[in-house]
């Protein structure tokens, strides 16, 4: 009884020494017991002492005799009783040290489950993970660098965490603790059992037990056993009770069958990756609509997939069950409500800083802050500095070296980002962008005499089936860009057409509106409405509908673009990109349009400070970046200030790596050629025009802008003599 007291498993022991007859023995039995180490006995002197103190009583007046008595004997039951209480106590914590410190990490080994129940299997461990990660004390080896140590040991990447299996992890990544679960069960009742293991000693650091009554009650009981942890490891009681949000109907969700669902849909996506959790986290939601953390694990993978509407719809209801869960998990669900529900980049940003502060050992935080939040809106070298540091943390996640290596590419860093993608390879890291971003690196290196360096590159991406209709979306971009716009309008179809068959029908969408915006960069009005109508068709989207609206503007076609602004404007009044860029963008269209430069000038003041952003669509199509500084000098065109137009087109040219291979490449170029032949600099304009004919080498004869572009470099008077 006096073990189980001291372990603080049986308060009602105490009762039975009557300590409510002495506060000063109240005091001295309440710091024997307790578990937060800066409030017990640092020292056994420093228990004796109190100890010795009541035994000598007051200094004042003896008590009457027969008190005498009654208070000797008393004294006796409960110093001998602090007394055994204490020697455990002392064998407990004389150690020194909490067995745990915040730099250690933990590996989280499966259960044990001998109930013959597989609703349990994968479930506890999901469960209680989503526990301890609430701590900003304890630090889990994440998921992902488990998998890569299996493979390491010749496991699968999904093998179970026997208790053997965890503890050779544990070494491996020079982890401090393993914990190992159980659950039996014993008659009608449930025993959930966790112990903490010391990887290189292998001394117990920890060992809990607690019993649940009904099947429903294990979730809760998980919860129990995982703030006992917490105390027994080290960590102090303000912290525990400030996140210790549990497990149950008021929070998360008490469905054994809905957490079973999306632990299994947790695992396979790490295991399969993309789109292969979908059926189960909607099973999850399924099963319990109040579920928040598997809507937003539902919503974050239909964005992956570009379906952003969808997305949208299963993280506006994650947000608005944000109050059930722990405040780890309320950080992400905020995060991803900014980034795929409102846009408001810079609120995202702040959740973020604020996550990375109150958990400063999880690399989520930064890695989230690495992408869209930064890399949308201009803030490249924020994005790299977030990524670095979430590499730090845990050098196996994957996503923060592609959202490294991508701004590096946007800052033409090109040596850097095959660096940063190398340091990942050597890892035996692969991200599904990775062939991508290797294929930029050739584009942008290559000489435009030999691209054969480029071409191999994109047939080594599109050989990837996740990525193929990525591929040809890119492809028909730099096709479009070379001015070879038959071809370009094949690969286009293609990559439509794949992206309909796999079901993302706004990412197809996306695809066909590019097309449009190709279509209108080299004046076939026609063709450019009738893909943007297409594009509308198939799917409504914040980047089908800016990319649809600007095609249409840009061929002169106000009327049918207006409606798409106001949508825009109306859907998104948050939306960084939509406010900031789009639709400054849009609006100066329109006035150029009307043939007011200056208004279109002026409606892209609101702009400039994401003059050097991409926006979504360019973080998530790779096109539509610096839009508005393009649509900016041909406004300056139209009021008959060259100077000032060249200024805005050169800007462009100075930061290409930004464009990548959006045909708008080739366009910048031509109104280059066209300020500068406005400026009298006729030498300047022939280089401008050579440079852009290199671009169209391989163009389609009969491409009218070409012809357009040659009858004008023949009419320069230094044409002929230099």
Not at 274 to 295: I, K, M, Q, W, Y
Request: charged residues 25%; glycine residues 6%; proline residues 4%.
């Amino acid at each position: 009884m006096l073990y189980e007291m001291a372990k603080g498993t049986r308060p009602a022991a105490a009762v039975r020494l009557r300590v409510e007859a002495s506060p000063e023995l109240e005091r001295v039995i309440s710091k024997c017991l307790e578990t937060d180490r800066h409030l017990r006995y640092p020292h056994a002197a420093d228990l004796r002492t109190d100890l010795e103190r009541l035994r000598r009583g007051p200094a004042t007046a003896a008590p009457h005799a027969a008190f005498r008595r009654r208070r000797s004997r008393w004294l006796s039951i409960g110093a001998t009783a602090i007394v055994v209480t204490a020697a455990v106590v002392g064998v407990m914590y004389s150690r020194g040290p909490a067995p745990l410190t915040d730099t250690d990490t933990i590996v989280l080994g499966d259960f044990t489950n001998t109930t013959g129940d597989p609703v349990f299997d994968d479930t506890l461990r999901q469960g209680l993970a989503v526990q301890l990660q609430q701590s900003p004390f304890l630090s889990l080896v994440s998921d992902e660098r488990i998998r890569r140590t299996l493979l390491l040991m010749d496991q699968r990447p999904d093998a179970l965490l026997t208790p053997d299996i965890a503890h050779d992890v544990c070494v491996r990544t020079a982890s401090a603790a393993v914990l190992d679960g159980s659950i039996a069960s014993l008659g009608s009742q449930y025993v959930v059992g966790l112990r903490a293991r010391n990887c290189t000693t292998g001394d117990t650091l920890a060992n809990e037990q607690v019993q649940a009554g009904r099947k429903e009650d294990v979730l809760g009981a998980l919860s129990q056993i995982s703030s006992r942890f917490r105390t027994r490891v080290g960590e102090s009681l303000a912290t525990i009770e400030k996140h210790s949000t549990p497990l149950g109907a008021e929070t998360t969700t008490s469905s054994l069958e809905a957490w079973k669902a999306y632990s299994t849909a947790v695992k396979v996506v790490m295991t399969s990756g993309g789109s292969t959790g979908l059926p189960l986290f909607e099973r999850a939601v399924a099963l319990d609509p109040n579920f928040a953390s598997a809507h937003a694990r539902l919503g974050i993978n239909y964005s992956g997939l570009g379906e952003s509407m969808r997305a949208r719809e299963s993280l506006l209801t994650a947000y608005r069950l944000r109050d059930r869960v722990s405040h780890v998990e309320r950080f992400y669900i905020e995060t991803l409500y900014d980034r795929d529900v409102t846009g408001n980049m810079e609120r995202e940003r702040q959740t973020l800083e604020s996550w990375a502060r109150t958990y400063p050992r999880d690399p989520r935080p930064q890695g989230l802050l690495s992408g869209l939040a930064t890399g949308s809106t201009g803030r490249y070298e924020l994005s790299i500095d977030a990524a670095t540091k979430s590499i730090a943390l845990d050098a196996e996640l994957v996503a923060p070296y592609a959202q490294k290596a991508i701004s590096e590419i946007r800052l033409n860093r090109l040596a850097d980002a095959e660096a940063t993608i190398r340091q990942a390879t050597e890892r035996k890291l692969e991200h599904q962008d990775f062939p991508l971003f290797r294929y930029f690196i050739a584009f942008l290196s290559a000489d435009h005499a030999d691209q054969e360096e480029t071409r191999r590159k994109a047939a080594l991406a599109r050989g990837r089936p996740s990525l193929e209709d990525m591929t040809s979306h890119l492809e028909a971009l730099a096709l479009a860009r070379s001015g070879r716009l038959r071809e370009a309008r094949l690969a286009s179809a293609i990559a439509v057409d794949i992206a309909q068959r796999s079901g993302r029908r706004e990412r197809a969408a996306m695809f066909e509106a590019a097309r449009a915006v190709s279509e209108a960069f080299y004046g076939d009005a026609a063709a450019a409405g009738e893909r943007a109508v297409k594009a509308l068709k198939l799917a409504r989207g914040r980047e089908v509908d800016y990319s649809a609206a600007f095609a249409l503007a840009l061929s002169g076609d106000v009327a049918r673009a207006r409606p798409l602004a106001a949508d825009l404007e109306k859907g998104f009044p948050e939306d960084t990109s939509v406010q900031s860029m789009y639709l400054p963008t849009l609006r100066a269209l329109f006035s150029v349009n009307a043939h007011d430069a200056r208004a279109a000038i002026q409606a892209l003041q609101t702009a400039s400070r994401f003059d050097l952003a991409v926006g979504g669509i360019g973080f998530r199509g790779y096109f539509g970046g610096l839009y508005p500084i393009y649509i900016r000098g041909v406004a300056y065109l139209a009021a008959r200030q060259p100077a000032e137009a060249a200024t805005e087109f050169q800007r462009i040219l100075d930061h290409r790596a930004m464009v990548l291979v959006d045909p708008m490449d080739a366009m910048v170029r031509l109104q280059l050629a066209r300020a500068l032949t406005l400026l009298g600099d006729a030498v300047k304009a022939k280089r401008a025009y050579d440079d852009l004919f290199r671009v169209w080498k391989d163009a389609d004869p009969d491409l009218p802008v070409l012809k357009q572009a040659r009858a004008e470099y023949a009419k320069l008077p230094t044409a002929h003599g230099q």
